[in-house]
């Protein structure tokens, strides 16, 4: 049967529920639960999980929203589901786990036997660092929505109440490229709503107006972006605004690999960019209150045939289609980026392509 929406209330448990980080709540499934049931499920292990996750929703501040380390994948992981492309799961659990310090260095003669259409492309096994896969990898490109994943890290960096409501401003709508957006001026959500609007959905007024909302304003969540790449070691890339839609927001496909190992750190991001859909009640004193039906925009993670733990696509006209994702596959993490395919089609046939190398590739 198909699974129901998550509710506003569950959203809201979820985020606070990640920044207690036990190995309770580090099982938190949203919308990608094996349950066949009809609704979604958010197991914290206890038989009244609901109950649970209101009393904390309503007794924490839910200022805290931590991530697991500082970036540079020194603590072992949860992974996300560990079964190979015959599942259409994309739950969550602890009892399967890997270390994502690279223990290996780009370059392997171990490489995937495919070739690929488009322009930038980086495969990397997540367990010994190593490449098993480049095309002009290290060439600085744009990469369009990629960038909401670091979006997404320095808000989580800041430790905000993610039950915050956030009132979207008609400047949110303003950027350097005209899009398109289910968004109007005046629409209020919390910014746990927010976040996963931007990361599930790619909507750009909603990462423009989480980074309006920052400590210090607009321009000092610019200079956070641009310093948390620089901590990861990015040396290509450079953020001009959190969208994406700032052709200046560029990076190879190797340096997106750190920030895609980077983001993997944090269990929101890993949960709401795989989120499949979600129904949001948008508040707005001039217009009327609506729901906000979205679908993530990873055809991928819509599906569900693959195991993807995170993902995040992107378009611009300068950038091509683009995404991100880590995968994992006979129990080996495997992380992918691909830039500047000239169309869906060659996006995803490269992703898919690469995906079932992995599932046919020999491990030790």
């Known amino acids: 049967m198909k699974q129901l929406p998550l509710t506003k209330q569950q959203l809201i448990a ?192 909603a990462a423009k107006t989480l980074a309006r909302h920052y400590p210090g304003g607009y321009n000092a969540f610019i200079r956070a972006m641009n310093r948390k790449a620089q901590d990861l070691g990015m040396t290509t890339a450079f953020f001009g605004d959190p969208t994406g839609l700032d052709k200046r927001n560029v990076a190879s496909s190797n340096d997106l690999v750190k920030m895609v190992r980077a983001a993997g750190n944090y269990d929101v991001i890993r949960r709401f960019s795989t989120t499949k859909s979600y129904d949001f009640f948008v508040s707005n004193y001039s217009n009327g209150n609506r729901t906000y039906k979205a679908n993530n925009t990873s055809m991928l993670v819509r599906a569900g045939d693959y195991p993807i733990g995170i993902s995040k696509t992107g378009f611009i006209n300068e950038a091509g289609r683009c995404v991100v994702m880590e995968t994992r596959v006979n129990n080996r993490p495997a992380i992918i980026v691909i830039l500047g395919a000239n169309s869906s089609a060659t996006r995803w046939g490269d992703a898919k392509n690469i995906l079932n190398s992995l599932a046919t590739r020999r491990t030790v």
């Open 14 to 205: 979820a985020m606070i529920s990640l920044s207690l980080g036990s190995v309770a709540q580090a099982a938190l499934t949203i919308n990608g639960s094996t349950d066949t049931g009809s609704s979604a499920r958010m197991s914290w292990g206890g038989a009244d999980s609901l109950s649970e996750a209101r009393n904390i929703m309503y007794k924490s501040n839910g200022s805290a929203i931590k991530k697991v380390d500082n970036g540079y994948g020194t603590t072992n992981l949860t992974n996300a589901n560990s079964n190979n492309f015959a599942s259409n799961s994309n739950s969550f659990n602890t009892s399967n786990r890997y270390n994502t310090t690279y223990r290996g260095a780009f370059g392997s003669s171990d490489m995937i036997p495919i070739s690929t259409d488009s322009r930038s492309v980086a495969v990397i096994d997540a367990e010994t660092g190593e490449s098993i896969y480049e095309k002009d990898a290290d060439i600085a490109r744009p990469i369009a929505s990629i960038s909401k994943l670091m979006t997404a890290m320095v808000v989580l960096d800041a430790g905000l109440d993610m039950r915050e409501e956030i009132t979207l401003d008609p400047e949110d709508f303003v950027g350097p490229k005209r899009a398109s957006s289910n968004l109007k001026a005046g629409d209020r959500m919390n910014r746990a709503e927010i976040l996963l609007m931007a990361l599930m959905k790619s909507e750009n007024p």
